[in-house]
Structures are given as structure tokens and as C-alpha cells.
């Protein structure tokens, strides 16, 4: 009963203070009933009744009386705001669910080892303590309800499996930390995590715990497999794959190539099979010559089980006419291709050209591009290319510049653009940012206090977008928040496009336009889907495979129109495939958070204003229906002669 | 009054009533009611010796057969009664509010008005506290006599006695009298008043009205302190379940003196609700209890 007590409290106390008018209630009926008086016809009677009777002065108020002192009562503890607060600490968990998680550890997979001594640590922690569990892949999401306790944690966690995607625990820790208010998170992660004190403990801030995992194992795993020369006729065509181990010592391995039945399914070999030695660290290109017409293919690397812990990369695909990657212009007078990051992202194919070569280029050349980065440039004349220009000079006549400053606040931005998409733009930091003039035919999508520091919009087709702060080079999770809106940008200059051989599983695809899609995927599983122009959809890609995509669009038989394409999703992800040496994640063991209500708490007062409304009510229905009692219309008294 | 005071099936059922009355008086023209008088009326009274003059068809041979001496019979005349309607328009009976007991005891004076003026007799209504009103003879004075109580609205107080003296003032024919009030008084001070009345040879019928709220004490709705709506009087009160019962043990026990004395002066004592109907108390009450026949 005392922890039952000391978990209960009130946030505004003082509040308290309006009990006591409860004495004024009461001083209000005394003197109502006091007052309270009626003419009668005679007291002939009642004076004789009144003569038998001792006179005291009792407060008998009615039922309303009761119903209004309630009422008061619920309104000033609401007022208070009592604040249930359960015992304990409020715990995330959060669980790296990537595909890294499906690597072999013994007999049975990291994520079972990790599953097995997270439910060893709730052992030992208090019973009061309240979890809510996450995974990090391919996205932060929560497993169950919030705030559990560990018996109902340890049945989620049988629930969990192992993604086939990458993930991201710093932004996912970031995102915990903003969005929700616990004590303490623990990840856990079979990658190494070094904590690094950031020095802002205090009751505003989330501490950070690993828990100690340790992993060994080796592993084979393909990169990149490539279809080339497909013009090539009766000469035959090369299959390009790239094969890596991530091993302490070289290790000998076997790459075929199969064929790709309808299903989707692996079919007949293509070819002998390669024996190939791969060192660490170095990744081997090894090249087939296929003779045919190429199709779509499935390579398949394969050695001793000791090296070989994880299989889910042990695979790829390939198909003639999916998209060779996204190919990004660079304009840049002093960031070279290699140093800005961008080749870091699977499916791009980065060229750089200065800005005065970049002048030089015939529109044809320049059209080549998927889309255009200016980096501390700009062009002369909008090219008929999509473009970001990231930090441009004064004076460029796409995107105005009004003015640079320092240490800008923000003050507002455009939650459901599709820049912003999963961006924690409060956590967008520069030490300086370029402010905007916003052109007419753009938007401001993110603002600070002298004006728009991001701007997009479209212009004659092409879609445009200026950022006024520093993107590149692109860290990845170095810089997690600026990678996610590099990524946006990215995402969104390309188009429709998307990042079609970038694809792993967990990506999505938009689908837009008014058209009827079918999608024809690995396992021959088949899905329909309508889109239109005010409802786009998408479709996730759920496995790695082959995905055959087929669209309608036009109501009339003479105005059908109908596209196809091939897109090819494979798990590429070195962070996740490269296990030996394993990537040691950096985290800091204290994260800020915003001044949220306390997490665990049950704030009350809803509850007793919506009792107390309801108690007026119905006292309000008193008075305006009075209950009476029905007088007998002739009493004992009554007699005739 | 906005609506017809009654439905023409009960004006009917009164022309067929009588009021009842246990004496017989002198009245002032022919009517149906024995009268002191004797006359030529339907009634056998009495015999005399004959005298020359009498008329011959008078003479009872019966009794000169067995007498050898000329009688000749002599008849009562039937005359009209002259009704008294004394109506309490006091304060008391304008409460409780809007128990319709003033509507209810002024509705049953008009029935025993109309009563009597279909009968041929004559009625006079007098509002205690105000004016007599003129006789009103013949059913067709109805709605005159409505129109004269129509405006009657319960107020003031005075002395029950006094104004009961005052109404009788300019009556010099006894008659029927049909006093109407709630008798939330004195026992002494309605005894006083019926005696007058008796002084002067009324044949009188007390109709006492009472609001059923006057009847059964209603704890709920009964307030602390009351007040006399005539004398301003306030009384405290600490009612209890216990109170019910102790009210209608003294209600009874001043209903039950005034019906000692009524049963001993040879007066009707009726005691009526206003929440009964009207025309139940007039065709049922009334001749059960020998007001009307």
C-alpha cells in the first residue's frame, strides 16, 4: 500500500486549495435551508404538531447537495492534476532486427543468442520496471504495447525475427529520444558498441546502455552482380558478380550462376562453377561469359560453413534492363566523387565535374544524368535536368540568396513533404545555413527565423531543390539526421525512378498516377494494386529477387497505355555482411530529450473532470425535473358522516 | 370563467336533485317545499270546526259520520326555500398553491345554487370577507351567479364569526344554508359561527374542503419553517417519519370535534377533497350523506 501511495502524486498541488470551497457549499445550503420557508393555510395543526417536536437545527440538504460537493471535489483534485506514477524505470528496448541478426552463432542465430540473454538480464532487473520494445530494421518500430512488463516482454520477444535490411541505431536511437521519455534504453546489437560520454546527465536526458554481446564468425557474401555487353548478339554477354569474405584469413570459395524460372525460383546452372580465394578485406570481381540471350540470372556463392555464417547474402540477382543505377552528376570545384560519400550508396554512379567543365557540357550530356548536385555552385540557366544546388553562391538565379547566418534557430517546417519524410528536422544542426529567397513556382520546407533554408519545388517538369546547409560529404550514421534528408532529396529529385537496382528488402516503391499495377515477385506471388493520382501506394519489396512490374493506365482500349519493368532487390548491405571484422557502432551513453510528460505516468485528471461534468449533469437534470413524491389525495383523515 | 363550468350531462343529473332539507319553512312564493303555511296546498295538515264561509268540498264526512259535527280538513301550502350558499373566500383557501381547493369549494356552491334554482327556490350566495350577492332564481340565473363568483379570488383574513353574523344580517327568512370552508381554525371559532345559524333556524350543512397536501403531511415538500397565509403566523418544524403519523392523528382528532358538535346540533358535516371530482361530490356524496335527494 505505501509504494501503491508514493507512485501517486499531483503535478499542481496548490490546486488542492479549492477543496476547502466545499465549506461554502455547505454554508450555502445551511443558510438556503434555514431560509427556506413555505405558506400554508393554516398552522392550526402543525403548530400542534410543532409543540411535540424538539427544534433542532439539522442540516438535511438534498441528493443535489451531495452531487454538487462531489462535482467540486473531482474538479479541484482535476485541477491538481494527480499523476498516477508507476514504481520502476521506464526501459526501451531496442533490438537490432537487421540481417546481420541471421548469422549463425553455434547451432542457432545471433538474434536467438541475443533474445536468450536479454531475457537473462530482465532476470535481474526489478519487478517494477516497465519496457517497450523496438527494432531497429529496416526502420525504428515497436514490437507490442508500450510500457510492458517483463513476462509480456519476453512473449514479444519470441515474436521477433530477423529482418533481411539494414538498419540504422543511432538515428533509431535518436528518433526513441525524441518521440518517447523513458529512463534508460538498452540496445542490443551483435555489432561491437563503444559508448562515448557525452556529459549531459540529468533528469532531461536518456542514458544509454549496451548489452554485452559478443560475436565471432566469418562470412562470404556478394556485393554486386552486373550484367554487361548484353548488345553484344551472337558474341554473348558477361556476368560481372563481386564476392567478399569478411574472415581473418583468405578463404576459398565456389560462385555459379543460375538461371531464374517465372516463379522466381533458382533453375538450371548457367555455366561451371568458379572457385575463386577471397582475402580479406579485398573484394574479388569474378567475371562469367555467357553465351545466349541473357536473362535474368541468380548468382550463389558458396564455401565452408566456418566462413560462412550468414547465407542470407550469399545470393544475388541480376536482371538485363533493370536499372543500371541512379547516375548523379556532381558539380563541385573542390569536393572530389570519391570524398563526397555519395559512392557509398548502393545504386548510385557518381561522375564529377568541375563547374567549368560542367558549362562545357552539351545538353545531351547533361540529360544523361539522373539528376544534378551543385555543390558551392550553380548553374547559369536551369538545366533540363533535376538539380540540387547545396549551398550556392549569391547571385544564382535559381535560388535567390537572401542571406547567410550563423547559429540559425529553426522556426517551422513542412511535416508531410516528402523531404521531411522520417526526418527529425529539430535535430537538423549547422553552424551556418544559407537562407533563401523562395522562388514562386517552390516551396519553403524548412524554416529558421530570417527565412527558408530549404526550398523545392518544380519547374518546367524538372524538380528542383536547394538546401542552405552542408550535406556532403555524406557520412551515413556519422551524421544521421543529414543523411536522411540527403537520401530524401535524393529520392525525390530522382522521381518516379526511385532507386530502382538499389533496392533491398524492406525498400518501397511509389506508385503513382491513375494506373492498375500487377507485380509479379519471387515465389510467384502476384499483387494487384490501383493507384491514383489523389491516392498513390506503394508496394514494399519484402525478399530479395526479381520483381517484374507491369502498368495500365488509360480507361479506353485505344488509349491503354501499358509499361513494364524489371527491378532486381538484393540485400546488399556491407554494414550488414561484413562480420569480420565486425563495424563497432559508437554511441553516446546519454541522449537529450524534450521536456515530455513522464513516461509511465497516468495522468488523471481527464478522467475525474469528465466524472465531475457528468455528476453536474445530472444535477442540472435535478433541478430541472425535481423528483417529488406524490401526495395521497385522501389521507387517514378524511371521513364523511 | 374561460371554459363551461359544467358538462351539460351533469347540468342533467342536477336538475334531477333536490336539496334536502329536514325543516320546513315559510317561503315567499309557491314552490315544492312544505311550507309552515297553511293553504291550499296538496298536503294534508289538519282539521278545524266549519265555520260558514269554509269551502263545503273541504268538509271530511268521514269524520261527521263518527262525530255528528262538521270538520273541515286543512292543507300545508308548498312554497319556494330560500338557500343560503356561504362561501369561504378567506386566504386559507387559496392555499396550498395550486391545489385547486378555492375552484374546488366555489364549483360545489354553484352546483348547490343551480340545485336549488332548478327547483324553483331561490339562492343567495354570500362570499365571506365580500358582498352578498342578489337571489338568483330559476336555472337561467346560473350564469348570472356564475358571473358573480367568477371574479372571487381567496384574500384577506377576518373574523369567521363576525362576517358569518354579517352575511346573515339581511336574511329574514331562515332557509337552507350550505357553509363552504377548509375549517382550519379553532374548533371554537366555527362552533360560534354554526351557532348562529342555528340561532337562526338554518338548516345548515358544513362542507369542509381540504388540499390533499392538508390531508397527509408531505415531509419532503414541507420546509423547515412554515407560515399562516391569514395571520402570518410562522411555525418551526423538525419533521420526521414519526411527524406523518403524529399530523394525521391531531388532523383527525380536530375533524372529529367538529363532527361532535355537528352530530349534536343536528348539522351535516361533509368532509370533501379538492383533488376529487366535483361531480362525484355532488351526485355521490351529497345524497349519500342527505344534502340533496
Same mark, same amino acid.
Request: glycine residues 6%; aromatic residues 8%.
Given at each position: ?641 | ?152 379570488? #381567496? ?68 420546509? #423547515? ?61 351529497? #345524497? ?6
Amino acid at each position: 500500500m505505501g509504494s501503491l501511495l508514493s507512485s501517486f502524486y499531483f503535478a499542481q498541488p496548490l490546486a488542492l486549495l479549492l477543496a476547502p470551497l466545499a465549506a461554502l457549499l455547505v454554508l450555502a445550503y445551511l443558510r438556503k435551508q434555514s431560509g427556506s420557508r413555505k405558506v400554508v393555510a393554516s398552522v392550526l395543526i402543525l403548530k400542534a404538531l410543532a409543540k411535540h417536536q424538539t427544534i433542532k437545527r439539522r442540516f438535511k440538504p438534498p441528493l443535489r447537495f451531495f452531487l454538487e460537493l462531489l462535482a467540486l471535489l473531482l474538479l479541484a483534485a482535476a485541477a491538481a492534476a494527480p499523476v498516477w506514477q508507476s514504481p520502476g524505470d521506464k526501459v526501451a528496448i531496442l533490438l537490432d532486427s537487421s540481417m546481420s541478426m541471421r548469422a549463425l552463432a553455434g547451432p542457432e542465430s545471433r538474434l536467438s543468442v541475443a533474445r536468450r540473454a536479454l531475457v537473462d538480464w530482465l532476470d535481474e532487473q526489478p519487478s517494477e520496471n516497465h519496457y517497450s520494445l523496438f527494432t531497429s530494421a529496416p526502420a525504428l518500430r515497436r514490437k507490442g504495447d508500450s510500457l510492458i512488463s517483463a513476462a509480456d516482454l519476453r512473449s514479444e520477444l519470441r515474436e521477433v525475427e530477423a529482418e533481411l535490411s539494414a538498419d540504422n541505431i543511432p538515428l533509431a536511437l535518436e528518433q526513441l529520444a525524441t518521440e518517447e521519455r523513458f529512463d534508460r534504453v538498452i540496445v542490443v546489437t551483435d555489432r561491437p558498441v563503444e559508448t562515448v560520454r557525452t556529459g549531459t546527465p540529468g533528469a532531461d536526458s536518456l542514458r544509454v546502455e549496451a548489452l554485452p554481446l559478443t560475436f565471432a564468425g566469418h562470412n562470404l557474401y556478394l556485393s554486386d552482380v552486373a550484367i554487361e555487353g548484353v548488345n553484344r548478339g551472337e558474341r554473348g554477354y558477361s556476368v560481372k558478380v563481386t564476392a567478399h569474405s569478411a574472415s581473418l584469413a583468405p578463404a576459398e570459395a565456389s560462385i555459379r550462376l543460375f538461371t531464374v524460372e517465372r516463379d522466381g525460383s533458382k533453375g538450371r546452372p548457367l555455366g561451371d562453377a568458379r572457385q575463386v580465394t577471397l582475402r580479406p578485406g579485398q573484394e574479388s570481381l569474378v567475371s562469367f561469359v555467357l553465351t545466349g540471350e541473357p536473362d535474368a540470372i541468380v548468382a550463389e556463392i558458396s564455401g565452408e560453413p566456418a566462413s560462412d555464417v550468414l547465407l542470407e547474402d550469399d545470393r544475388a540477382w541480376a536482371a538485363p534492363g533493370a536499372s543500371q543505377g541512379i547516375r548523379l552528376l556532381l558539380v563541385s570545384d573542390e569536393l572530389p566523387a570519391a570524398e563526397s560519400g555519395i559512392p557509398s550508396l548502393t545504386g548510385f554512379e557518381v561522375d564529377r565535374v568541375t563547374a567549368r567543365d560542367f558549362a562545357a557540357l552539351s545538353p545531351a550530356e547533361v540529360a544523361r544524368a539522373s539528376f544534378i548536385v551543385f555543390h558551392k555552385s550553380a548553374p547559369t540557366v536551369p538545366p533540363p535536368v533535376s538539380s540540387l544546388l547545396i549551398l550556392p553562391p549569391e547571385g544564382n538565379t535559381l535560388f535567390p540568396v537572401r542571406s547567410v547566418v550563423e547559429s540559425p534557430r529553426l522556426t517551422s517546417w513542412q511535416s508531410s513533404h516528402p523531404l521531411t519524410s522520417y526526418l527529425r528536422v529539430p535535430l537538423l544542426k549547422s553552424a551556418a545555413a544559407v537562407v533563401f529567397d523562395t522562388p514562386e513556382w517552390a516551396q519553403a520546407v524548412v524554416n529558421v527565423e530570417q527565412g527558408a533554408i530549404l526550398v523545392a519545388g518544380e519547374s518546367r517538369g524538372y524538380r528542383f531543390a536547394a538546401a542552405g546547409i552542408e550535406l556532403l560529404p555524406f557520412e551515413g550514421q556519422k551524421t544521421p539526421t543529414l543523411s536522411v534528408l540527403t537520401l530524401n532529396l535524393f529520392r525525390w529529385l530522382s522521381g518516379a525512378a526511385e532507386l530502382q537496382s538499389g533496392l533491398t528488402p524492406g525498400s518501397s516503391l511509389a506508385l503513382e498516377g491513375e494506373k492498375s499495377w500487377v507485380i509479379s515477385g519471387p515465389d510467384n506471388n502476384i499483387v494487384t494494386l490501383e493507384s491514383s493520382e489523389d491516392t498513390p501506394t506503394s508496394f514494399t519489396f519484402a525478399a530479395p529477387g526479381i520483381y517484374r512490374i507491369t502498368s495500365v493506365s488509360g480507361s479506353h482500349a485505344d488509349a491503354m497505355r501499358q509499361e513494364s519493368e524489371t527491378i532486381v532487390v538484393n540485400t546488399f548491405s556491407p554494414q550488414e555482411s561484413a562480420l569480420y571484422p565486425p563495424p563497432t557502432l559508437t554511441l553516446p551513453d546519454t541522449l537529450p530529450t524534450p521536456a515530455l510528460a513522464t513516461p509511465g505516468a497516468s495522468v488523471l485528471w481527464p478522467i475525474l473532470l469528465r466524472v465531475a461534468l457528468f455528476i453536474l449533469l445530472l444535477d442540472i437534470l435535478l433541478q430541472c425535473f425535481p423528483v417529488r413524491r406524490r401526495a395521497d389525495s385522501a389521507g387517514g383523515a378524511l371521513s364523511t358522516t | 370563467m374561460a371554459e363551461p363550468l359544467f358538462a351539460p350531462q351533469f347540468f342533467r343529473k342536477l336538475q334531477q336533485l333536490k336539496i334536502h332539507t329536514r325543516k320546513a319553512y315559510l317561503g315567499s312564493r309557491q314552490g315544492i317545499h312544505r311550507s309552515l303555511r297553511r293553504g291550499h296546498g296538496l298536503e294534508f295538515a289538519d282539521y278545524r270546526v266549519y265555520t260558514p264561509g269554509d269551502d263545503f268540498r273541504h268538509i271530511d264526512w268521514g269524520a261527521y259520520a263518527r262525530t255528528d259535527r262538521l270538520y273541515v280538513r286543512q292543507f300545508r301550502e308548498e312554497q319556494d326555500l330560500n338557500v343560503i350558499v356561504i362561501l369561504d373566500a378567506s386566504a386559507s383557501m387559496a392555499y396550498p398553491e395550486g391545489s385547486g381547493k378555492f375552484v374546488t369549494a366555489r364549483d360545489l356552491a354553484l352546483a348547490l345554487g343551480y340545485v336549488a334554482m332548478s327547483d324553483g327556490d331561490s339562492v343567495m350566495f354570500s362570499i365571506l370577507g365580500r358582498e352578498n350577492t342578489p337571489r338568483f332564481r330559476g336555472a337561467r340565473a346560473l350564469s348570472r351567479a356564475v358571473k358573480a363568483l367568477a371574479s372571487v379570488e #381567496p384574500e384577506g383574513s377576518f373574523n369567521f364569526v363576525e362576517e358569518v353574523r354579517a352575511a346573515l344580517a339581511r336574511q329574514k327568512i331562515p332557509g337552507r344554508c350550505f357553509l363552504i370552508s377548509d375549517f382550519m381554525m379553532p374548533v371554537e371559532q366555527t362552533i360560534a359561527a354554526l351557532d348562529l345559524l342555528r340561532g337562526r333556524n338554518f338548516d345548515v350543512s358544513i362542507i369542509q374542503v381540504l388540499a390533499p397536501e392538508e390531508l397527509r403531511l408531505d415531509t419532503a415538500n414541507t420546509p #423547515p419553517v412554515v407560515v399562516d397565509a391569514e395571520t402570518n403566523e410562522t411555525v418551526e418544524l423538525a419533521l420526521s417519519r414519526a411527524s406523518v403519523q403524529e399530523y394525521a392523528a391531531l388532523l383527525a382528532a380536530h375533524i372529529a370535534a367538529l363532527e361532535r358538535y355537528c352530530a349534536k346540533s343536528g348539522i351535516s358535516h361533509v368532509l370533501v377533497s379538492s383533488a376529487e371530482p366535483v361531480q362525484d361530490i355532488v351526485l355521490t356524496k351529497f #345524497p349519500a350523506v342527505g344534502l340533496l335527494k
